[in-house]
């Protein structure tokens, strides 16, 4: 069993930044991938930055140039830098992780607000 815990959403200006972070707790020692998604109100949830135990990460083509993933496998953490913010990145954002023997597990959201 993995919990995730995220913080740091909140509000903010366009324009600006906000740097997400999560917490992997339990079960983590065969965590594959890391990876954060964000639900906007009447969307479907989105995939927007993953990174494997390697340290490989992809992107979502609308964040690419103005996010990154990190993770840190020894603290068990993997956080989103997310700069040059704008009106459409406002979403609840997701953790995702996987692990060994094919489970999944989900943070419980924190919500990113990006004021116009």
């Known amino acids: 069993q993995v919990q995730l815990v995220e913080s740091g959403g909140g509000l903010v200006q366009a324009g600006g930044s906000l740097r997400l972070s999560c917490a992997a707790s339990?079960?983590?020692?065969?965590?594959?991938?890391m990876a954060w998604y964000r639900q906007a109100p009447g969307k479907q949830r989105e995939l927007v930055a993953t990174?494997?135990?390697?340290?490989?990460?992809s992107y979502a083509d609308s964040v690419k140039g103005r996010f990154t993933i990190s993770r840190d496998n020894a603290k068990n953490t993997v956080d989103l830098q997310m700069n040059s913010l704008k009106p459409e990145d406002t979403a609840v954002y997701y953790c995702?992780?996987?692990?060994?023997?094919?489970?999944?597990?989900w943070g419980q959201g924190t919500q990113v607000t990006v004021a116009s």
């Open positions: 339990g079960s983590t020692f065969f965590i594959n991938v």
């Open positions: 995702y992780c996987d692990r060994r023997f094919g489970y999944e597990y």
């Open positions: 990174v494997n135990s390697a340290g490989y990460t």
